[in-house]
């Protein structure tokens, strides 16, 4: 059984920066993917950035987010800088190997 938990959500102003954190513990592939979705209220789930071999961002946070991982903690990183009010989501954590994993969310609010 693999679970993810992730920490690091919260409220900041627009400019500001959060960092996430999601360790996965059980059974996990040494090769796999990490990486971080967003889902904002009536909008569908969207990928921010994923990193296996190498990194892949979407176009909106590119420049902004840094992802990076610890393979000996198997923990995933989303470090998030000059966030925007439209970074505001519950942010998911997400292992794919064999299966496709998600932890339960943690919530990104960006005032203005």
């Known amino acids: 059984q693999v679970q993810l938990v992730e920490s690091g959500g919260g409220l900041v102003q627009a400019g500001g920066s959060l960092r996430l954190s999601c360790a996965a513990s059980?059974?996990?592939?040494?090769?796999?993917?990490m990486g971080w979705y967003r889902q904002a209220p009536g909008k569908q789930r969207e990928l921010v950035a994923t990193?296996?071999?190498?990194?892949n961002y979407a176009d909106s946070v590119k420049g902004r987010f840094t992802i990076s991982r610890d393979n000996a903690k198997n923990t995933v990183y989303l470090q998030m800088n000059s966030l925007k009010p439209e970074d505001t989501a519950v942010y998911y954590c997400?292992?794919?190997?064999?299966?496709?994993?998600w932890g339960q969310g943690t919530q990104v609010t960006v005032s203005s």
């Open positions: 059980g059974a996990i592939s040494s090769i796999n993917t």
């Open positions: 990193i296996s071999s190498g990194t």
């Open positions: 997400n292992l794919l190997t064999y299966m496709n994993y």
